[in-house]
């Protein structure tokens, strides 16, 4: 997907997966189980289904979205004091390293129990996936830091809210958009899960409803939809990756010529 955007099509990923689908398809055909639905039967439900599937999609994003955003705003000043000031560090980290084994569908029941089953229990489920991958490499990020740059801010007397703004979050930044990614993934992963669980609208609930009807080709179709979805919104990370650190990589790239 990230090579499509780029502009750059990948045609041996592009022939491969039509290889897949056509032995998908003929497999089905032999098969001819209702287990087992054709490649056509699912691509025809997304036709014809596609209101429900667009709307379901757009409920998922919409939560994975703002769950994301609410995680970063947070998580990243957070990492990069935690980062920075370590006296502050030291007592907080311990915390976070005790609840990051947690598995986020545990918060689940808790979430339901609290805020019941709208959209506010699924957000606390997705900020809380999203914001270990973010805090976590946003923190050992700082601390890191070339000491040539310690040196450099202390020369400059900078504050301390100017070395976090302008040397630490820069220096940091291509690790920390690893974290950045991860916890989009996350979010994604999470938002879905919670829809099956707690179950409204979006693509998690949209699957549900097809496997209770045991609608087969509907629970294939919700499947395609979503890694669909995966795919797209990963090459759309990997491209603003791409487009926000490209100063690091030219550098990189420039350091392993030297």
């Known amino acids: 997907m990230d090579k499509l955007i780029n502009g750059r099509i990948n045609w041996p990923g592009i022939i491969f997966i039509l290889l897949i689908i056509m032995v998908w398809e003929i497999w089905a055909q032999i098969a001819d189980s209702f287990y087992f639905p054709k490649a056509s039967a699912v691509a025809m439900t997304m036709v014809e289904d596609w209101a429900n599937l667009w709307a379901a999609t757009l409920d998922t994003l919409r939560r994975a979205a703002i769950g994301f955003v609410i995680a970063l705003v947070t998580m990243l000043p957070l990492g990069i004091v935690l980062g920075r000031i370590r006296m502050l560090g030291e007592i907080v980290e311990p915390v976070l390293e005790f609840f990051r084994p947690l598995p986020p569908i545990a918060v689940v029941p808790l979430a339901i129990m609290l805020l019941g089953i709208g959209d506010a229990a699924k957000l606390v489920v997705v900020v809380w996936g999203a914001s270990f991958p973010i805090v976590i490499n946003t923190i050992d990020a700082v601390k890191v830091q070339d000491p040539m740059q310690a040196r450099l801010a202390r020369s400059l007397r900078l504050t301390t809210w100017e070395r976090m703004t302008l040397i630490d979050l820069p220096a940091a930044l291509p690790r920390i958009f690893a974290g950045i990614k991860l916890g989009i993934t996350v979010a994604l992963l999470l938002?879905?899960?919670?829809?099956?669980?707690?179950?409204?609208?979006?693509?998690?609930?949209?699957?549900?409803?097809?496997?209770?009807?045991?609608?087969?080709?509907r629970v294939m179709t919700a499947i395609i939809v979503i890694a669909i979805l995966s795919v797209i919104v990963n090459g759309a990370t990997n491209w603003a990756n791409k487009r926000l650190l490209d100063w690091h990589y030219r550098r990189s790239a420039l350091a392993g010529r030297q």
Do not use: P
């Not at 879905?192 to 080709?217: C, K």
């Open 191 to 217: 938002t879905v899960v919670s829809e099956i669980i707690v179950s409204t609208n979006g693509l998690g609930d949209y699957l549900r409803v097809a496997q209770s009807d045991f609608s087969m080709t």
